[in-house]
């Protein structure tokens, strides 16, 4: 059973490659509300070499005007076959494109992975765990109001996973991507663009139709109040999450970020 599931593991990535080949791939990986949306926007403008390029729904892709970009948004959500069909779905205006984006969010590539086309540019996505969780928080919040919530962002043991993979110097042809030095520092922005021969910086915010928009609002680096480095300061943690980080993800913070869950872990848990 094994083997056979390998093999047809093999064929679908051959499929995959062989469907993408004329097209320049970009594959997105990172934990759920850590900015994949941001980056993908900022690069679809990069390679557009425009600002706010607008992106349409089509079938199960995401169409920019132009029609050189095609998003591919979450395909590990589904199976492998979801995938192959939604690709062949959306053969014409891939055919079309010069650039297809992929998405994949809450997980960690494998040995053998058709989600990941062989000649890809791969992007890993790096945010603060810290921020992270007050995202999802926030997020699960306003979708519980309205009855929308997915139920895809619980804050535990498989977050942690995906944090460390997330944080880890990248491996093999990986570059890590970190939301909070694209949002405070320019050169960091230019230098990643120019490690991937572009150089269009179009300054989009951190919000995107497409990936369901930022958590919060009135983005402003350096207010206090509602500044997007320091989301944690901003929203109640719970006190379960709290007892999760201290006893298991102490060691994916900060120093500042440990020393505030260590503070609030001996207020809360030992009075």
Request: aromatic share 10%.
């Amino acid at each position: 059973m094994y083997k056979l599931q390998l093999l047809m593991l093999y064929l679908a990535k051959l499929y995959v490659n062989f469907s993408l080949r004329n097209s320049s791939v970009y594959v997105v990986c990172g934990i759920r509300r850590s900015g994949n949306h941001a980056l993908i926007s900022w690069l679809i403008d990069a390679l557009e070499n425009r600002n706010n390029v607008n992106m349409k729904p089509k079938r199960n892709a995401w169409v920019s005007e132009s029609g050189e970009t095609v998003h591919l948004n979450e395909v590990n959500f589904f199976s492998v076959f979801h995938f192959i069909d939604t690709i062949r779905g959306s053969k014409d205006i891939i055919k079309k494109s010069k650039y297809v984006i992929i998405t994949l969010e809450d997980y960690i590539p494998k040995k053998v992975d058709p989600l990941i086309p062989e000649y890809a540019t791969k992007i890993k996505v790096s945010r603060s765990l810290l921020n992270v969780i007050s995202s999802r928080l926030k997020r699960l919040n306003d979708q519980a109001k309205i009855g929308l919530d997915r139920g895809d962002m619980s804050i535990d043991t498989n977050l942690l996973l995906y944090s460390e993979w997330a944080y880890e110097e990248p491996k093999d042809d990986w570059i890590k991507w970190v939301y909070e030095r694209w949002l405070s520092e320019p050169e960091y922005r230019k230098g990643f663009l120019e490690d991937l021969a572009l150089s269009h910086d179009s300054k989009t915010l951190p919000s995107t139709n497409f990936g369901g928009g930022s958590s919060f609002s009135n983005i402003e680096l350096g207010v206090p109040q509602n500044n997007p480095l320091r989301r944690w300061e901003q929203i109640e943690i719970p006190d379960r999450v709290i007892s999760l980080l201290h006893s298991k993800g102490l060691s994916l913070l900060d120093a500042e970020e440990r020393e505030y869950i260590i503070e609030e872990y001996e207020k809360r848990e030992l009075g």
